[in-house]
């Protein structure tokens, strides 16, 4: 390298610092001031004072440096001399406490040189490790011819002094080993390590570079900082240790052989991966719906290893799956995944679910991956969920229902259920009372059911889910069926039995006898109250509720009715119409002895001839009683104590037993009395004159006289009067006669339809119509009841019993059943009974309340990446079985995609623009028919595309790489990676096809370029290197990049050029022409040549148009 000498000083007075960056800068230009003296030119200016051309300068010495080496200064150290006479000297008075330096002075013409140079006889030495700066401060002084010294004033300046370094110490590690330990799935191009050297030197001097002594394609290390990487995987199995040697380098020349440091750098491989993943499966009771997809299992994967090689670089299912219908889904923790279905499955088509084998890869550098198969099995579908929605169920029906009577509906029916439950009565139906529809679990009746019977029936229904497992799925419930009592009993009078037997004079009220009536039916139609039927007004009462008869009033057998036939009637509470019976129940009032007897004469007096012979008839007595049959018996009870008069109780007759002559009283009384056996009557006294009739001449001999009682007379009207009351009964005549129950007339049914239209999306109680019919009878023979007999498929309609109204009970699908042919019927409640049919048939009415239904829910093609546009995939079916416009389907597609199409009308998909496996590998198109109703159904459609090996490698940058390295750079140092990337294989594999001449090399595998030879700046400075990469596809196919490799130069030129002389003089005649004059002759001691060359030129303004120097130094 050329070095030119300037005159002039550094601009910045002292020479520049040494370079600390790796890239080394431009080459130092040295400059040395060469003083040219010409004395027969030099005009020597006057002064009255002595100054420093400048109050400071900036010098230098090189470290170590033996005694008398100059300091060197760009500029002219010095005092320019105004006094001839001035004998100028230097002093150095600060700055110099170890005598490193010594002050020289030389005159050149009017101009005193002030000369440092180091100062000999010193055991120390200059250090730049120590002190790089010293400050001196020198004064200029005047000597005297006595030799004594004077200070000039204002001579002062200071002179720094800079100490050059030498690289005179080598480079040190902090530490002799380094230890690492590495994982085997430590990413490639990571650090790994980091060692750490110095160097106390300055400039390049202490730059340190950093290499491995021994070549390793493994690692990589940064020449500056010391920071080691991996540059190739690690395979715990191929090796386990490493053990690197690392030296540390200086940028300086080499001085006296000098080594470099050294440090041992130990990576311990470990077996990270050690664990295959694990795959946790948890099934969820009820799938969770997101977006599209119904999420069935949560999946965990658990790996035991730790850092990548813990981590799960993917979960997928390999098989079981063939629809790719399942989704494997990431979930917010990075090991957690949602296993989801899409909605669109039909698992009808599947009963059996799926086994899906799930993969789980983890992340380490040689995975390892597990296997695990998941069933998942079909949802329960709506129908086995909704059979039945409680354990037991409860309905009420009355026991006049005619055939066909819905009872109640088990379960949730829901369209499409007879395709999945099937019901059936399996126990408690033993009669064949009741009949289930098989597919919407509708309980109807099927006879005539009858409360008093059985008044309640408890069923077992079972639902039967068909499978093509082996075992169905059965679920059952108990349905209890109370029959509801319709009043068809007639209360039934069953006591008293015979005639009921009262006594005459009761007191009003009294009890007579109890009529018991039972009626079979229950609650209020069982309840029975009674009443009298007769038409005559008669002395009795029934109590309405407990059916006691009493008397009104006092009952008198001798002359009222003796027997009473009363017309009992029971009559129930029922509705609507009471039912009720009569019974004749007969009374006979019985005699009483409640009259006495009574004479029917009183207050008898008279006389009795003391002369009556013994024997003799004295008085006939008689008496009279009221009650029938009774036998009056007559005594004598005063007034006979001498027993002289004897009385027939029979007849009557008082007989003479005694001779009355004897007796010294005038009078007798006798009392007497008549008695029926219980009663007497009153005491009738006899009164008796005792006479003495001297002429008795067909007289009587006694005779007495009475008052008549009229009893006899009264006992005949009595007997006139019973006579009367008893001659004929008109109590059977009816007060209210009850309604004949004759069943005359069948029900007739009126103005009824042939036909009638109903939406099919008519909700459940929806009226269809109501049936009109009467029935001429009246009560229960003409009272109506109504029923659904035949044609009731799934039982959706219902019909009310009482009012005959048909409304919807179910739901209505016109693509199931387009219409019913109803068998309406119509019955009394006569006995027997009387019906009416009519044959009603119901259409429906198509709505569009079905959407279209592909034949499949998913869709899985596989389609290379080469295939042709317009190349068709599959054409898609969807059908919908609404009629007219409902039914047309379009097709459309609803991925936002420019790669596919699907045609309207048939459906097919094809391929519409260039398929790319390595831009798109895999598209989820989704696919909608719509009806002309605006109802739609999706699909999907998973396309995967195959790849070619269509895409050769591509290198990040279509420019080329650019790169400056220093020519100093260590060998085996890391240049650059060049990788390049290839969409269809992972795998490439890199060379250097020209342009390296051996000095780089690349690694095949991980494109690390390295230095593989030292470079020279001046020989070659620069590289065009080109790097192939090529894939492993068949054919293989590769792509070339350009790395321009420019060295950058190292500043060499460390030594500036010195002058064997630092003035020279030469004498030059004033009349001289040009001529050549005179050559300084410079040495350096740089070895390179270039560095070495000497290029020469005038500083200063002296002299200047009158000498001139050439490059080449000559002058």
Known sequence: MTQTIHSHPHP???????????????????????????????????????????????????????????????????????????????????????NFFRAAARVVGDFCFLELSVRTGNQRVLNRESNDLYKLKVKAQHRRHDRTKEDLPGAVTEVWVTITDLNDLSPFFLMEEYRVRLSEDTPLHASVARVKAEDPDAGLNGQIYYS??????????????????????LRF??????????????????????WPALARLFVNVTEENVYDPEILVTKLPEAMSRAHLSVVAIINVVDQDRGPSGEVRSLEIVEGDPDRVFRVLPSSGGNEFNLAALDTIDWSDTPLGFNLTL????????????????????????????????????????????????????????????????????????????????????????????????????????????????????AAAKVIVRVRDANDNTPMIVAPQGVVRVEEHQPTGTWVTKVRAQDYDSGENGYVSYSLANANDVPFSVDHFTGEVSTTRALDFETERRTWRLRVRASDWGSPYRRQSEKIITVHVEDVNDNRPQFERVACTGFIDRLTPLGSEVFTLSAV??????????????????????????????????????????????????????????????????VKQQNHVGGSWAELECREMGVAQRLAEQLARAAKNNLKDDSLLLLTPPPPVVNAHAPELRNMPLEVRVRENSEPGTVVFKVDAEDEDVGYPGHLVYAIVEGNQEAVFSMDMATGELTVAGLLDRERVPRYALNLTV?????????????????????????????????????????????????????????????????????????????????????????????????????????????????????????????PPVFPSDKNTAIRIPEDLPLGALVTLVAAHDPD?????????????????????????????PLNYEMRPAYNITVRATDDGTPPLAAITYVIVQVVDVDENV??????????????LESSPPTRSSRPSPLDADLNPADGAVTYSLVGPEGRGVFYIDQKGIS
């Open 1055 to 1068: 030594h500036a050029p010195v002058f064997g002389q630092d003035v020279v003089e030469a004498v030059v």
């Open 12 to 98: 910045q007075g002292r020479p520049p610092p040494p370079l600390l960056q790796p890239r080394p800068q431009p080459s130092v230009v040295r400059r040395t001031r060469i003083e040219w003296a010409w004395r027969h030119v030099v005009l020597w200016a006057s002064g009255d004072s002595v100054r420093f051309s400048r109050p400071q300068y900036n010098a230098s010495v090189p470290e170590n440096a033996l005694g008398n080496t100059p300091v060197v200064s760009d500029a002219m150290m010095g005092v320019r001399i105004t006094d001839p006479s001035l004998r100028i000297r230097f002093r150095i008075t600060e700055g110099d406490s170890q």
């Open 625 to 690: 009683d009221f009650d029938q049959g009774n036998i009056i018996s007559y005594r004598i009870v005063g007034g006979n104590d001498d027993r002289c008069f004897s009385l027939d109780s029979t007849s009557g007759v008082l007989t003479l037993t005694c001779d009355l002559q004897d007796l010294l009283t005038p009078e007798r009384i006798v009392n007497v009395t008549a008695t029926d056996g219980q009663h007497f009557a009153d005491t009738l006294p006899l009164r008796f004159q005792l």
């Open 985 to 1013: 294989s992972p795998k490439l594999r890199y060379s250097l096809v020209g342009g390296h001449e051996g000095v780089f090399r690349i690694d095949e595998d991980t494109a690390a370029l390295r230095l593989a030879a």
């Open 359 to 474: 993969k789980a890869t983890d992340g380490g550098t040689r995975p390892r991956f597990s296997y695990k198969v998941v069933r998942v099995a079909a949802p329960p579908t709506p129908e086995e969920e909704a059979a039945f929605t409680q354990e037991v169920y409860e309905a009420e029906v009355s026991e006049v229902a005619p055939l066909g009577t819905r009872v109640l509906q088990v379960g949730a029916w829901l369209p499409g259920a007879q395709r999945r439950v099937k019901f059936d009565i399996v126990a408690g139906n033993k009669g064949g009372q009741f009949h289930i529809d098989p597919t919407s679990g509708v309980i109807t009746t099927t006879a005539l059911l009858d409360a008093e019977t059985r008044d309640a029936y408890t069923l077992t229904v079972a639902a039967t889910t068909p499978s093509q497992l082996t075992s169905q799925r059965q």
């Open 212 to 233: 491995f002594k021994e070549d390793t394609p493994v690692f990589a290390i940064h020449p500056t900082s010391g920071v080691v990487t991996l540059t190739r995987p």
């Open 237 to 258: 199995l191929e090796q386990a240790k490493y053990q690197l040697t690392v030296q540390a380098q200086d940028r300086g020349l080499r001085q006296r052989g000098g």
């Open 827 to 951: 019955s009394d409640l006569g006995d027997p009974r009387r019906t009416a049919s009519r044959l009603v048939t119901i259409t429906l009415v198509d709505e569009n309340d079905n959407a279209p239904q592909f034949d499949k829910p998913a869709y899985s093609f596989f389609l290379p990446e080469n295939v042709a546009n317009g190349t068709s995939v599959y054409e898609l079916r969807a059908h919908d079985p609404d009629e007219g416009s409902n039914g047309v389907v379009t097709y459309s597609l609803a991925t936002d995609t420019k790669d596919f199409r699907l045609d309207p009308v048939t459906g097919r998909l094809s391929v519409a623009w260039p398929l790319d496996h390595e831009t798109h590998d895999v598209y989820e198109l989704r696919v909608v028919a719509t009806d002309g109703g605006a109802r739609s159904a999706h699909a999907y459609v998973t396309v995967q595309v195959a790849n070619i090996n269509d895409c």
